[in-house]
């Protein structure tokens, strides 16, 4: 299981998992809690990314800028908690459509609201990453959410 700590999941220890995909799964996740670093935040997408979180969408640099911002309407702060990563691969590594890595994973996420309402739900994703010029961004990510029971 992954630290308590860290933004650092706990992969399968029978496959073999590029560094550079956990680096930036916890990466990722410590520029999500920051409400400061939303071009940082976008800049984790390709152009033409598509975002599912629960049941808003966004598809497009503009459209997932405009999503990132409205996360922090009614947020003071979170804490993501990725879990585990379950690494997949389809037909070699790398496909001819520009797909290096998919996998699902699974966490939790404490958030604390405006009004000061605490919040704890559980999620699970899909993600489907691509590389250009050597750098890993995300093609697709779809979050399914669960209210945790308090």
Not at 11 to 35: L, Q, W
Not at 69 to 81: A, F, G, L, N
């Amino acid at each position: 299981m992954a630290s308590a700590n860290s933004y650092t999941p706990a992969f399968p220890s029978y496959h073999a998992m590029d560094g550079r995909v956990k680096d930036f799964i916890e990466k990722f996740y410590a520029t999500s809690d920051n409400r400061s670093k939303d071009e940082e935040w976008v800049d984790f997408f390709l152009p033409d990314a598509t975002v599912i979180i629960g049941v808003k969408s966004a598809t497009g640099t503009e459209q997932i800028r405009r999503m990132r911002q409205s996360m922090w309407e009614q947020v003071e702060s979170r804490r993501h908690k990725p879990e585990k990563v379950f690494p997949a691969s389809f037909g070699g590594s790398g496909g001819d459509d520009g797909t290096a890595v998919e996998y699902m994973l699974h966490g939790s996420l404490d958030l604390l609201t405006k009004n000061g309402e605490q919040q704890a739900v559980s999620w699970a994703g899909h993600a489907v990453l691509g590389e250009v010029e050597g750098k890993l961004k995300y093609k697709l990510y779809q979050v399914y959410l669960h209210a945790k029971s308090t």
